[in-house]
């Protein structure tokens, strides 16, 4: 519990006797601290005006008032009890003033009941409202003071921040109460402001006219939108902000490209027309054109600033978390600087809160791997979801941005019929986020003019809301008709700007003047090379012995005092001997070489995940801890990031406990530097499957439908060793089936030497696919997985690795992973080596024909059997069964060793998982039968 006073700030006694009165009600339903801070205040006696603790209350207001003094609490002259019930008053207004707030512009909805705002509430007569008071920037008679509170925080816009630290809070009650709750504009700003709204209901008309019937997800109703996010970018470039990336789902996103972004009107309209052909090439499928996404620079008060809206699919929410990982790796590139680059996300009213992603992605907010100093999240509330629910059915909270309390963030819910509320809380949204580097808020409150998409009628479960929606006349008007009224604008002044803008829509060109032609940042990345990437490209991935050697030492080195742990310290001495040439590496050692050997040559590498540090099974080591530090925050070692002073930028990140989001987060860096090795790692393999939408929607089909290149390479630890269902497959299958056209590898490295070349392949090779890697477990201390130091010295990843101690074998043996080594050393048991040859399939796709019909071919008429741990109907058998039989040399047949047919991924106990593991391996011995 906070010092009771320090929780009272400003006089704020009436938050305490709220606990106070939950107390009597029931003791339990505070917390202890609170409990018993009551227990003591009462000494035992009944609750009266008089007791011990409602006297305490008055004392404190009292203190507080005094200590504060006039520019943080309320002076003012009348006794005791009324100066607590005068500073409670005002500062209710500042706690709950958003509760009375005129925020929506359809009214459906009726106010709660807030008694908190009447003096009544307080015990403040008539005459105790002429009292003189004065609170920071009110100053007068009471009734005075409160016409202004209701002004600044009952507007248009209402403000929720009184749960934030005192600093910030202190910051937004000055800001909002200097501009009293609405800011002040200039007869330009008011103008600008109108041009944009204008521009935002132009090209919806101009679309619903010309285009009748088709999707476009209208803005319609929303159109504040454009002038909130134009004066976002204005005010963002003025701080110094150099790259703005924002995500949204599909509705007004193509009112945003035209509007904001500078997409040319004749381009867009070709799309509707069917006249735009994205590419001959069949491996591009492409995408609806609300999914897509664009890029352009615009002039700013601070200079050029580039603009990227993110791809995404109509999963929703989805596309937040890859905006934050995009936005981060720009900030590395500029050094760091994370106010340089702004990620702006737009939400769904009902998606913000119905998807958990939501809640997994505004967590990364101040986490030290992922934070990007803060997030401008704008919800488009139009206060309906999807077709037919109503907040009723969407949620369980007041608000839908109330996800911002757990992250202490301000919220701003704002009416989007007031195009200067809403700049203004754009414009403070800026400038917290610069100051504070943390999210904020803003709920823009409008309505859906239209249905879900523009052929759906949302009368039909929606009619009371549609009543309304039809009699208004629209954000524009209302707009135009008050600038009209001050004077801003002549008499039909705004109907010539709509004319003038249709007039811009039917030449075709950019209609945003601000747009910067020839501005090309200096950190803009060069993906060109990596375009009509080649996979079958081999390229030599091996590094100078002596390199590998030194890198190695420094690996195993910690700095001087550095107290390690026991089980690490053991790590480390095999480590220096393995550099040393004293032991054979095992497969931790291949790859931080791998790593290492990255950095030393000037590439990034980041890797993520739930233990990513040490390794879910302690076998990487990459951060060490200091067993004698003191200081929690000092306690940390990365010797990757200790090798030299012109290496390449490193991160390895425990993750919070998310898939979902944080693959998102790394697939979006990905997508914004090559010139990284970027990694997740699943704890167990099959927990990627809590991240399968970023799987499905993003890495398996980005390049296909958005050309948008990625070299995100998955760790997912996978074998069968009788540790249930969830801790055995990590659904191999799924992966295979989602393969084509070469749009990502799939591997099972069987030795420390293959995982170190199959790394530096990822970058080493002008190509950025994505990257599969099922890694072990039990294999990781084997004692045949091991390699010698000179195998990382030179060659490349080999996609099939055969057998030269059996080249008369009638029997071959095809199969990846910890399988090959049990089947080795169960036919070395049986004394089956010369009989059978034992070939490793390191690489599942791209398939590699060639090598692996080259390797056949020296066997002919021998039986090859497909062998793999996973069930018949699960693993890689049914998805490589056809390339297998047409790499088949002549006389040869194939058959498969698996286990059953099953619904679950493995058995539950230990004892028939290794019964059903040594079937499979004396089937593909020859030792059983095998299915054809």
């Known amino acids: 519990m906070e010092d009771s006073q320090s929780v009272m700030y400003g006089g704020n006694a009436s938050f305490v006797e709220g606990l106070y009165e939950d107390y009597l009600r029931d003791p339990t339903s505070v917390s202890s601290e609170w409990r018993s801070y009551f227990d003591t205040l009462r000494q035992g006696q009944q609750d009266t005006p008089h007791s011990p603790v409602r006297q305490a209350f008055l004392e404190l207001g009292t203190d507080l008032t005094k200590r504060l003094g006039a520019g943080r609490g309320t002076t003012a002259t009348p006794s005791s009890s009324s100066n607590h019930g005068v500073s409670a008053l005002v500062n209710a207004y500042r706690l709950y003033g958003h509760l009375a707030a005129s925020f929506n512009p359809l009214g459906l909805r009726g106010k709660p009941s807030v008694p908190e705002l009447d003096p009544a509430y307080y015990g403040l007569s008539d005459a105790e409202l002429d009292v003189e008071v004065h609170d920071g920037g009110f100053k007068g008679k009471l009734r005075d003071v409160l016409e202004e509170l209701r002004v600044t925080y009952c507007g248009a816009i209402g403000f929720e921040f009184g749960y934030l630290p005192r600093e910030e809070r202190e910051w937004l009650q000055a800001r909002v109460e200097e501009g009293r709750g609405r800011g002040r504009f200039s007869v330009e700003q008011k103008r600008r402001l109108l041009t944009k709204l204008n521009a935002a209901e132009g090209l919806e008309r101009y679309l619903h006219v010309t285009y009748v019937g088709q999707k476009r997800f209208s803005l319609e109703g929303g159109e504040s939108l454009i002038p909130m996010l134009d004066t976002i970018v204005q005010r963002a470039g003025s701080f110094g902000v150099k790259e703005t990336v924002i995500g949204m789902a599909h509705r007004g996103r193509l009112n945003v490209l035209v509007n904001i972004f500078g997409k040319r009107p004749a381009d867009l309209f070709a799309e509707f027309e069917g006249k735009k052909t994205l590419s001959d090439d069949p491996n591009i499928a492409g995408d609806v054109k609300y999914h897509m996404g664009f890029s352009s620079d615009v002039h700013t008060p601070g200079g050029p600033m580039h603009l990227a809206l993110a791809f995404n699919p109509s999963h929703l929410e989805i596309v937040s978390p890859v905006v934050g990982g995009s936005t981060r790796a720009r900030q590395d590139r500029r050094g760091g600087d994370r106010t340089q680059v702004l990620p702006i996300t737009i939400h769904g009213d009902a998606a913000i809160v119905g998807q958990g992603v939501t809640f997994e992605t505004v967590n990364l907010m101040n986490l030290r791997g992922f934070t990007t100093a803060g997030t401008i999240r704008i919800v488009v509330n139009n206060q309906v979801g999807f077709t037919t629910s109503d907040p009723r059915d969407a949620r369980s909270s007041r608000y ?22 809403v700049a203004f809380v754009a414009q403070l949204a800026v400038d917290y986020r610069q100051k504070f580097g943390k999210d904020v808020f803003i709920d823009l409150v409008c309505y859906r003019k239209l249905g879900h998409n523009e052929s759906d009628d949302p009368t039909i479960t929606q009619p009371v809301m549609y009543r309304e929606v039809k009699a208004h006349p629209g954000t524009r008007a209302l707009y135009a008709q008050r600038l009209e009224h001050e004077g801003v604008l002549q008499l039909g002044e705004g109907d010539k700007l709509v004319e003038g803008y249709r007039d811009l829509l039917d030449k075709g060109d950019t209609v945003v003047e601000e747009m910067e032609g020839e501005y090309k940042s200096s950190l803009a990345t060069d993906w060109s090379k990596f375009r009509g990437q080649k996979l079958d490209q081999v390229v030599e991935t091996g590094v100078p012995l002596n390199t590998l050697r030194e890198l190695g030492v420094k690996l195993a080195s910690v700095p001087e005092g550095f107290g390690v742990h026991r089980a690490t310290e053991r790590v480390l001495k095999a480590r220096r001997d393995m550099a040393e040439g004293k032991q054979l590496l095992d497969w931790g050692m291949g790859e931080m070489l791998a790593y290492a050997t990255l950095l030393s040559e000037g590439y990034g590498v980041r890797l993520t995940g739930q233990d990513a540090g040490r390794g879910t099974f302690v076998h990487r080591q990459a951060v060490v801890h200091d067993q004698n530090a003191t200081d929690p925050l000092a306690e940390d070692y990365l010797g990757l990031a200790n090798l030299s002073d012109s290496q390449g930028h490193v991160e390895i990140i425990d993750s919070t406990l998310s898939e979902e989001a944080v693959m998102a987060y790394e697939y979006g860096y990905s997508t914004s530097e090559p010139n990284a090795l970027v990694l997740w790692e699943g704890q167990f393999g099959d927990f990627a499957n809590g991240a399968q939408v970023v799987i499905d929607q993003f890495i398996s089909s980005g390049e296909s439908k958005w050309q948008r290149f990625s070299g995100l390479t998955l760790l997912l630890p996978h074998g069968y060793e009788g540790q249930g269902p969830e801790h055995s497959s990590a659904r191999l299958e799924r992966y295979l089936q989602l393969c084509a056209q070469n749009n990502m590898q799939v591997c099972v490295p069987s030795t420390p030497a293959q995982v170190f070349h199959m790394l530096r392949r990822q970058l080493v090779r002008d190509a950025r696919k994505p990257l599969v890697v099922m890694t072990p477990k039990s294999l990781l201390r084997s004692k045949y997985a091991t390699s010698p130091l000179e195998e990382l010295a030179s060659g490349h990843f080999r ?39 034992l070939v490793r399939l390191e690489q599942l796709y791209p398939f590699p024909s060639n090598d692996l019909k080259a390797e056949l071919a020296r066997y002919l008429g021998a039986e090859v059997v497909w062998a793999q741990e996973e069930p018949y109907n699960m693993g890689a058998w049914l998805m490589i069964q056809d390339d297998l039989r047409a790499v088949l040399a002549k006389g040869q047949t194939l058959a498969v060793s698996s286990r059953p047919r099953s619904a679950s991924p493995a058995v539950g106990y230990a004892s028939r998982s290794n019964k059903e593991q040594e079937a499979v391996i004396a089937v593909a011995l020859g030792l059983g039968v095998a299915k054809a």
């Not at 996800?403 to 704002?414: D, G, I, L, N, Q």
């Not at 996609?799 to 910890?818: L, W």
């Not at 036919?827 to 059978?836: F, H, M, P, Q």
């Open 400 to 421: 839908t941005t109330d996800v911002a309390k757990v992250v202490e963030s301000p919220a701003m819910h704002v009416n989007s019929d007031d195009p200067e509320a």
């Open 799 to 837: 996609e099939v690795i055969g057998d030269e101690s059996a080249p008369k074998a009638k029997r071959v043996v095809i199969s990846s992973g910890k399988l090959y080594w049990e089947l080795f050393e169960a036919r070395e048991k049986a004394g089956l080596g010369g009989e059978v040859a």
